[in-house]
C-alpha cells in the first residue's frame, strides 16, 4: 500500500499521509492546520451547501480553523465545544465522546453562557472528517441541551460509512483501509 493517498479537496490536490489505527485499519489523515488553502476553499464550498443559520459550533480542536474561516465568510459567530471544563465556565454541560482518532474517553463541554447564545437560534454544527459519528453525536447532544434547532451538519470529508449518511453535508468521501 501507498504511503499516501492522494484526492482533490475543494479544488486543492492533496496527499494525505496513511496512518495505521490498529493492526487491520489504516486511515488517511486529514490536517486542515496549517493548511490556510485548504481552509478556506473547504469553507465557501460548505457555506455554498449549507442552510441558512445563525450560529456555528464546532468540537475542539481540528474543526476550529474550518469553523472560524466560514464564521468570518460568512460574518455569523461560532462557538467551541471544548474538550474539558475551563475556568471561566460557570455551569458547564458536559457529554461522553469517543473518537476513531482519539484514544479513550474524552469530554465536550459546553459554557452555559454559550448554550444560551444558541437556545432557539438554528445552529450549524461544523468539523473536519465525521467517522463513526460519535463527536457528531457529542456535540447533537450539546446544541439539544442548549435548546438550540440543529439547521444542517458540514463536514469537509465523510470517512466510510459516514459517506453514505443523508443527514450530513460532506465536500469529499474519504475511503478507509482494511488491511
Same mark, same amino acid.
Given at each position: %500500500?501507498?504511503?499516501?493517498? +492522494? %484526492?482533490?479537496?475543494?479544488?486543492?490536490k492533496?496527499?494525505?499521509? !496513511?496512518?495505521?489505527?490498529n493492526?487491520?485499519?489504516?486511515?488517511?489523515?486529514?490536517? =486542515?492546520f $496549517?493548511d490556510?488553502?485548504?481552509?478556506?476553499?473547504?469553507?465557501?464550498?460548505?457555506?455554498?451547501?449549507?442552510?441558512?443559520?445563525d450560529?456555528?459550533?464546532t468540537?475542539?480542536?481540528?474543526?476550529?480553523?474550518?469553523?472560524?474561516e466560514?464564521?468570518?465568510?460568512s $460574518?455569523?459567530?461560532? !462557538?467551541? @465545544?471544548?474538550k474539558?471544563?475551563?475556568l471561566?465556565?460557570? &455551569?458547564? =454541560?458536559?457529554v461522553?465522546?469517543?473518537?476513531?482518532t482519539? %484514544?479513550?474517553?474524552?469530554?465536550?463541554?459546553?459554557d452555559?453562557?454559550?448554550a444560551?447564545?444558541? $437556545?432557539?437560534?438554528?445552529?450549524? =454544527?461544523?468539523?473536519?472528517v465525521?467517522?463513526?459519528? +460519535?463527536s457528531?453525536? @457529542? !456535540? &447533537?447532544?450539546?446544541? $439539544?441541551h442548549?435548546g438550540?434547532?440543529?439547521?444542517?451538519?458540514?463536514?469537509?470529508l @465523510?470517512?466510510?460509512?459516514?459517506?453514505?449518511?443523508?443527514?450530513?453535508?460532506?465536500?469529499?468521501?474519504?475511503?478507509?483501509?482494511?488491511?
Open positions: %500500500m501507498s504511503e499516501y493517498y +492522494e %484526492m482533490t479537496i475543494a479544488g486543492c492533496r496527499k494525505l499521509p !496513511i496512518c495505521a489505527v493492526d487491520k485499519l489504516d486511515i488517511a489523515g486529514f490536517i =486542515i $496549517n490556510v488553502e485548504i481552509t478556506v476553499a473547504s469553507a465557501k464550498a460548505l457555506l455554498d451547501k449549507s442552510p441558512e443559520f450560529y456555528i459550533i468540537a475542539e480542536c481540528k474543526g476550529i480553523p474550518l469553523a472560524y466560514m464564521a468570518r465568510q $460574518n455569523k459567530p461560532y !462557538i467551541v @465545544a471544548r474539558g471544563k475551563k471561566y465556565m460557570r &455551569e458547564p =454541560i458536559t461522553d465522546v469517543r473518537s476513531i482519539t %484514544m479513550g474517553v474524552q469530554h465536550l463541554v459546553l452555559k453562557t454559550d444560551e447564545l444558541m $437556545n432557539g437560534k438554528r445552529v450549524l =454544527i461544523v468539523d473536519d465525521v467517522s463513526t459519528g +460519535e457528531l453525536s @457529542a !456535540i &447533537e447532544s450539546l446544541v $439539544n442548549a438550540g434547532n440543529i439547521v444542517g451538519k458540514a463536514f469537509v @465523510a470517512e466510510g460509512d459516514a459517506k453514505d449518511r443523508d443527514d450530513i453535508i460532506y465536500l469529499e468521501p474519504l475511503p478507509l483501509f482494511f488491511k
